[in-house]
């Protein structure tokens, strides 16, 4: 894609015909706000005072597709289209937006666990407890370390607004498409709040059942042992939230929250057949060790004052821990085996990922007194995360224990200029970040598939300090000539480490120094974007065109076994995103289209320019969705389609075996409002679409075990309740 005709065409649509930028996904969904104040961008000012591509899905939205499609990554996956299609697995790696990795939060408290990325950063909490989901695109160091896609920031649910006892409570039943006692699934879910003067409570707990998942064609989706599975699990969700008013413009505020999601262990993996077509499957068994489970645990208190100063005061610390343990394979992986504990092929072992961290946010926005038009942002954070990797059948560290520390001032500006016409926005944040590691040993040496090549060393590693600091810069300008029609331009830099603990564990040879082991430099990365947008009457639409760099990206490259290894290399991507909803002169009814395409290179020979496509497991296929919405009394509905279009990867070694085939899906939703609750029936895959997941489809062509097919026709009846 040219980039200069690109930037002239949307200079074009900006004078000729005004389009509107990014409230796209919610307003696609049927659910729109007048005034959206996105938190994860620290700042109280509205979103189209901002130079950000924001998407905000509401509640309602929200709760349509989890009924569809059962998970809040699956939703957003859905509605926004330059997200990559999720895997409908427990593991989310590969997926991405933009083309690189979002960081997942609640309430602003990073979920992802980037130095040793476990990528299960996207089942963290149960859908039924958060309010909305706000979506920040491209590259920002906003909330710091992980940030290079964008954020997708879940909101919890507020404090209860009367006074009194109030709630609400959820009841699920889910089949497939032969409604097979296997594939019946379930959950019930309850929250109960309660307000008395300047003291508020809300406590609740979701339980979900999955069952067998099957394929368009009814055969049982593969089961992926050792990344882990959502179907054949249960999930079990506990939420809480305390506050209290100390004044009218004051308030504390602590939240808790405990999710646990475990595969039951029933099934064992088929091989499928990716020459000819067949999907890997499962069978009744009993798969050795522990099956897959992901486990976080989260805490947070909070201090807002709106009116401290005449400005808005925000304050937070948290703690935040998980573990996520990973399955093992019933033929033990070559990369645990150790001759001095049990002969070569016969040892087994299973990993788990340990991460905790303990941070802290502040931050005071204020409008300069006498010269209202400028309003300023200062603050700071900090975080600690000490993160490690364990085979937990012989007590052995895969990846040694891994402390990462950062400390961040920022400040950001904003000013209004001819009443608005014009807005100027920018800021810096200081990032001071040390990682430290011990002395650690590498896994014994060994080979796998017969080959030569180790796939660790067995040797000794001398830890270190390495540190990095840097300037991290964003700004932009805003024009807005009509109210509801603005034209933004904007650059912002982002950073995160990259995967350290597949670098620490993969040392194969003897002499290496962390401290100077130039791997473990981070991931900067800058984002540049200029999008217009249209807000008015029944008119909603956007259009954004983004392109990225980072000198030292990061990238996966599979091995003969599976495991991923991590290569850095510098990496560019750009894209254009499109979106547009419309309200009908039919009471309720709107029709919405969204598009991305998206164009990812790296350097492979490392001469300093990129000249191969990014495969799979980096970066998503171009995507056309479409959808129209009901809501009118008490009956709403939707019917949506995604068109995830074909795909081929090019450059030095890449294998065409590996190019995308494309599929589209499609799914409806209705609801009836009583006065007993509201009754719904969700339906993913319409059609029975049999197709073979993306993430399956674009690597490892040889592997008749990493041949999922995704799910097929499956039905959710709810009921729910509000009092």
């Known amino acids: 894609m040219n980039r200069k005709l690109v930037a002239a065409a949307l200079a074009c649509t900006m004078l000729s015909s005004p389009a509107f930028a990014q409230d796209g996904a919610a307003a696609a969904a049927g659910n729109e706000e007048d005034t959206i104040v996105v938190t994860a961008a620290r700042s109280i000012l509205p979103a189209n005072a901002l ?15 989890i009924a569809i499609s059962g998970s809040v990554t699956d ?129 609740g707990a979701a339980y979900e059942l999955r069952g067998l998942f099957r394929d368009g064609e009814g055969r049982p989706v593969g089961i992926n042992l050792t990344q882990g599975e959502t179907m054949d699990s249960k999930a079990l969700s506990l939420f809480g939230r305390f506050g209290y008013a100390v004044t009218d413009t004051m308030r504390l505020d602590l939240i808790a929250s405990r999710f646990e999601l475990e595969g039951d262990g029933d099934y064992a993996p088929v091989a499928g057949d990716k020459t000819g077509g067949l999907p890997t499957s499962a069978e009744p068994g009993l798969p050795p060790g522990v099956p897959a489970t992901g486990r976080t645990e989260s805490v947070a208190l909070s201090l807002t004052d709106t009116d401290l100063g005449g400005g808005n005061f925000v304050s937070q610390i948290f703690w935040n821990r998980s573990r996520d343990t990973f399955g093992g394979e019933p033929n033990p992986i070559a990369s645990f085996q150790d001759p001095t504990i049990a002969p070569v092929g016969t040892l087994f072992d ?21 010269f209202e038009a400028l309003t300023l942002i200062a603050g700071f954070d900090a975080l600690w995360d000490t ?34 016409l014009v807005r100027l926005a920018g800021g810096a944040r200081y990032e001071n970040v040390k990682i430290k590691i011990a002395d ?14 180790a796939t660790y060393g067995g040797v000794d590693v001398a830890g270190g300090s390495p540190s990095f600091d840097d300037v991290l810069l964003n700004g932009g300008v805003i024009v807005e000539p009509i109210p509801g029609i603005r034209a933004y331009a904007s650059y912002a830099e982002g950073y995160t480490v990259p995967d350290i603990g597949r670098i620490t564990r993969a040392v194969k040879v003897a002499g290496v120094d962390i401290d100077n082991y130039l791997d473990i430099a981070p991931i900067v990365s800058n984002n540049r974007e200029i999008g217009v947008e249209v807000k008015r009457g029944p008119l909603n639409a956007s259009a954004t065109y983004f392109w990225s760099t980072s000198t030292k990206g990061q990238l996966l490259i599979a091995r003969p076994d599976g495991i991923f290894d991590v290569v850095r290399q510098r990496v560019e991507i750009e894209g254009l995103e499109v979106n547009l909803a419309i309200k009908l002169p039919i009471d309720g009814l709107t029709v919405s289209a ?57 450059g030095p070694g890449r294998d065409p075996r590996n190019d995308f085939e494309g599929y589209n899906l499609t799914d409806a939703f209705v609801r009836y409002q009583t006065s007993l609750g509201g009754i719904s029936l969700a339906v993913q895959n319409l059609f029975d679409e ?27 009846l709810g009921w729910d309740y509000r009092f």
Do not use: C
């Open 51 to 65: 130079p950000l591509t924001v998407d905000v899905i509401g509640k309602e939205a929200l709760d349509q597709q």
């Open 75 to 203: 939703a957003v996956a859905t509605l926004v289209p330059s997200f990559s299609p999720t895997r409908q697995k427990l593991s989310g790696a590969g997926e991405t937006l933009r083309g690189r990795a979002p960081l997942y939060a609640i309430n602003g408290i990073p979920q992802s666990t980037p130095m040793r990325d476990g990528s299960r950063d996207g089942f963290t909490i149960d859908g039924f407890f958060i309010d909305r989901v706000e979506v920040i695109f491209g590259s920002n160091a906003l909330q710091g370390i992980g940030g290079t896609g964008g954020i997708v920031n879940q909101v919890t649910v507020g404090a209860p607004a009367e006074e009194g006892v109030s709630g609400r409570a959820l009841l699920q039943a889910t089949a497939d498409d032969d409604f097979s006692e296997a594939g019946m699934g379930g959950k019930t879910a309850g929250l109960i709040q309660y307000k008395a003067g300047r003291f508020d409570a809300s406590v």
């Open 350 to 370: 299973q990993s788990q990922n340990r991460s905790r961290k303990i941070g802290g946010k502040l931050s005071y926005e204020r409008a300069v007194p006498g």
């Open 387 to 420: 993160t490690e990797q364990r085979l937990i059948a012989t007590d052995r560290a895969w990846v040694p224990p891994s402390e990462f520390r950062s400390f961040a001032p920022f400040g950001q500006a904003n000013l209004k200029l001819a009443g608005g």
């Open 440 to 453: 650690y040993h590498t896994l014994a040496a060994n080979t796998y598939d017969g080959s030569d090549e």
């Open 594 to 650: 969204g598009y991305a395409h998206i164009d990812g290179r790296f350097d492979a020979d490392q001469d300093g320019a990129v000249d191969t496509d990014l495969d799979g497991a980096n970066i998503s296929p171009d995507r056309l969705n479409l959808a129209a919405a009901y809501a009118n009394g008490p009956v709403s509905a939707r019917v949506q389609t995604q068109f995830y279009l074909a795909r081929s990867f090019r």
């Open 690 to 716: 049999q197709y073979i997941s993306y993430a399956s489809d674009t690597q490892r062509p040889t592997d008749n075990f990493f041949n999922f097919a995704g799910r097929g026709r499956t039905f959710t």
